[in-house]
């Protein structure tokens, strides 16, 4: 992105202390989305938003940590950026949070064209409301790969907006993300210098298959400990169909996902790739460094060993120093504190979750004004 002279950088980067790469923005009601729905839309989701699949099991917990983090003015937690603001940014000492919504469940939805409508909608009461009138909020083009035309048409509409700093997607989906289907996509994620973000979310419901290889889960404390299963076969999908070779340039953000997993993944699949290079003779490097150049992994919910040389091995295994990034999950239940995070890794690698990570991976955007 070359910045104009007015969109010249509204910070210094050396002042950043802490960029936190997941917060949660909510609509209040889908009311909130009717004016940038237009009345056709409106009249076949109105008001009770579109119907997102569920599962037959909940989060007994809820999505919220506290009552405390619950605005008392609207009954929500992550509804009014300024009290968001006031309950993660001041609170916390957050400089920037990245918003990655509250429709996790939109690549599963079946209906591809309602599913890019509301999409639409979303991103521009997004912009309306969070990104434009506070600086300290930065925009996702959140986008439905299940409908590939309309996904790159909405990336082209917002790519230049102001705030804006990745695309986002959800690990739901019809197939894995390493088919040709989404490759124009990723290229047009690519051509713009546009970080591709893939939340979790939407598993196992509309479109998207059944969670695990051994079939449906009962409850939700299962599908939270196993929902990277997802994640691992996107990823092996997007390295071994040659993603990340068609698309050298193309960064790819894990978020909510975990990390414990990566190591496995990229030993199995060096180890595999070196008996089986035939079926992928398109690859010209091991997968591993496909995976340590291009990936980058959010840090909650961040995996928690007994002893902390354990935690410091995972984070030397997946070079953390230069993958991983900090995430809150502001404001779910199992919201990551940053000022309880990290506390016990060398300094030098701290800031490089909280701070440095980020600025190599969203460069000038992140610096950027918003207006």
């Not at 949660?24 to 889908?30: F, Y």
């Not at 037959?56 to 992550?78: C, K, L, Q, W």
């Not at 790159?152 to 509409?157: D, K, P, Q, S, T």
């Not at 779910?332 to 890794?345: E, I, L, S």
Request: overall charge negative.
């Amino acid at each position: 992105m070359t910045l104009t002279t007015t969109e010249a950088s509204t910070r210094d980067r050396t002042k950043l202390s802490l960029v936190d790469c997941d917060v949660h923005q909510e609509i209040r009601s889908w009311e909130d989305l009717r004016p940038y729905l237009g009345p056709a839309w409106w009249e076949r989701i109105g008001p009770k938003g579109p119907p997102f699949g569920r599962r037959a099991y909940e989060n007994v917990r809820g999505h919220i940590i506290s009552e405390d983090m619950i605005n008392p003015a609207t009954g929500h937690a992550a509804d009014d950026p300024n009290w968001v603001k006031a309950e993660l940014c001041a609170k916390y000492g957050v400089d920037l949070g990245i918003l990655t919504s509250n429709i996790l469940g939109l690549s599963s939805h079946p209906n591809t064209a309602m599913a890019s409508a509301v999409a639409r909608a979303y991103n521009d009461w997004t912009l309306d409301v969070w990104v434009r009138p506070h600086s300290e909020f930065k925009g996702s083009i959140v986008v439905a790969p299940q409908d590939t035309e309309g996904a790159v048409a909405e990336i082209e509409r917002l790519a230049d907006a102001p705030g804006v700093v990745q695309v986002l997607i959800f690990s739901g989906s019809i197939e894995p993300y390493g088919r040709p289907r989404y490759w124009p996509i990723w290229e047009a994620a690519e051509r713009h210098g546009l970080p591709l973000a893939m939340h979790s979310g939407g598993e196992t419901v509309g479109i998207a298959p059944i969670g695990t290889l051994a079939g449906p889960l009962t409850y939700y404390v299962e599908h939270h400990a196993l929902q990277t299963q997802s994640a691992q076969a996107h990823i092996v999908s997007m390295v071994m169909e040659g993603v990340f070779e068609r698309f050298p340039r193309l960064k790819f953000l894990i978020v909510e996902e975990g990390i414990s997993w990566v190591p496995h993944v990229m030993w199995r699949l060096d180890k595999d790739f070196k008996g089986n290079r035939s079926e992928c003779p398109w690859l010209n490097r091991l997968p591993s460094e496909y995976i340590l150049d291009q990936v980058r992994f959010s840090s909650q919910p961040i995996d928690e060993p007994r002893k902390l040389e354990h935690l410091l091995s995972m984070f030397d295994m997946i070079e953390a120093e230069r993958t991983l990034l900090y995430a809150s999950d502001y404001p779910h239940w199992d919201f990551d504190n940053p000022k309880a995070a990290f506390n016990d890794v060398p300094a030098a690698l701290r800031q490089r979750i909280f701070v440095g990570n980020a600025l190599d991976l969203y460069g000038d955007r992140l610096l950027a004004s918003n207006r």
